[in-house]
């Protein structure tokens, strides 16, 4: 997909990255390149090497681009304040950036925004106006409030300046992974595959630069195949992130010449990648931020990974805990290991300490164990029962519900394993 780069007008180069690199070392911080032998193992890869983007300050890597673009700005510039429009990372990002610099900051999110962000945004002693159902709607207020403010707008992709800064991820990633072949980058607007495919294409040898993305939000591939910016009239995404309905000039012309290919995963996967990453790395991410994982490791991705060195850049973890719970959950049905059960149960509630004691012998967990609604087909001599049981797989979770329909008193009626 990408083009010979000699043809190519140049937005951004690799001294561009350096020099933001420069402007922004005391602020950022070197993220940790963790290798992962569970998820070499899961995709094929020689090996995997998550760049771990989720502890950056602020919780993502947007206060690279933020910094590095509000660092430039003139006496002037500074005093008449910035305002952007952003999903709740890029917010954040830009509100420590003014809280270092003495910028005052307005962040336009639209109403899809997790709380967390918005909180942690004003945290950083931002104004947040809560704008629009979708990113596009919020970013066009911003404009406007910008024309009639005088304020600066900072875009989230859509500028040399904050692409130069989150490519210093692909300097670090060559010094801290230098066997790498290829990396797998989340595509919201591009930003961040533009900074980073600017630097692993002027490295001296070929590193693969693959671009995943929601189903739901799948635009870039259709661009960059038809060389011509896509915009999708709505988006429909767990991965509300990177929930944009399109590229904008600035990162579609370097996508199109550091972009090697962009493949589309469900929600289902995303959420068995968030789910994963919490269980075998033992870190938090948010849905967008496991969406590289989750092509790495998808059945119905063909990318080959198959004896390389493969760097997934974990770009965020800003979720809410009620959020990740339901995600893990999600993730679990579809990595088969959980079930949810209607049992018809006799006796209650002298019954449960059986149900939970089977469980138990069964090596599961028992997640959920709650008296259901009764329905017009269950009988009047027993009590509705739901349960949600975690186990190591199908054959596992089907055991403990053939345990559980042993018991004196108790029938399994249905399950979601059918």
Do not use: C
Request: glycine share 10%; hydrophobic share 40%.
């Amino acid at each position: 997909m990408s083009r010979d780069r000699a043809s190519h007008t140049t937005l951004v180069t690799r001294e561009d990255v350096e020099a933001a690199r420069e402007r922004i070392v005391d602020v950022v911080h070197e993220t940790p390149l963790d290798t992962s032998r569970t998820f070499a193992e899961l995709s094929g890869a020689a090996s995997v090497g998550l760049k771990l983007e989720n502890v950056q300050r602020t919780g993502s890597f947007k206060i690279r681009g933020a910094y590095n673009r509000m660092a430039q700005l003139s006496p002037a510039e500074r005093e008449a304040g910035v305002i952007s429009a952003s999903a709740g990372n890029h917010a954040q990002g830009v509100a420590l950036a003014g809280d270092l610099l003495d910028i005052e900051t307005t962040i336009v999110v639209p109403e899809v925004t997790p709380a967390a962000k918005i909180e942690a945004t004003r945290g950083y002693g931002a104004e947040v106006v809560v704008e629009g159902d979708i990113y596009e709607r919020s970013y066009e207020y911003a404009l406007e409030r910008a024309d009639e403010t005088g304020a600066t707008f900072v875009h989230p992709f859509d500028d040399e300046a904050v692409v130069a800064g989150q490519g210093t991820i692909g300097l670090e990633l060559l010094e801290q992974y230098p066997e790498i072949d290829t990396v797998l980058v989340a595509i919201g607007g591009g930003g961040l595959i533009s900074g980073i495919g600017t630097v692993l294409k002027a490295a001296e040898r070929d590193i693969r630069v693959i671009g995943a993305q929601p189903e739901g939000a799948f635009h870039a591939k259709p661009s960059l195949e038809g060389d011509a910016i896509r915009e999708l009239e709505t988006v429909d995404t767990v991965a509300e992130g990177i929930a944009d309905t399109r590229m904008l000039e600035t990162t579609f012309e370097i996508a199109r010449e550091v972009v090697d290919d962009v493949v589309s995963v469900s929600d289902r996967e995303i959420a068995a990648a968030v789910t994963l990453l919490a269980e075998r790395a033992k870190t938090v991410a948010e849905s967008a931020g496991a969406t590289p994982l989750a092509a790495a490791l998808s059945e119905s991705v063909e990318l080959d990974l198959e004896g390389e060195h493969v760097g997934v850049v974990i770009s965020g973890g800003n979720v809410n805990l009620t959020e990740h719970a339901e995600l893990t959950r999600t993730g679990l049905h579809e990595l088969e290991r959980y079930t949810e059960a209607r049992l018809a149960v006799a006796g209650w509630p002298s019954t449960v300490g059986a149900v939970v004691e089977a469980v138990a012998s069964e090596g599961a967990e028992l997640d959920v164990l709650e008296r259901a609604r009764r329905g017009p087909v269950d009988e009047p001599n027993r009590v509705p029962v739901t349960v949600g049981l975690e186990g190591s797989g199908p054959a596992h979770l089907e055991g403990v519900l053939e345990a559980l329909d042993a018991l004196d008193g108790v029938s399994v009626l249905e399950h979601s394993l059918e």
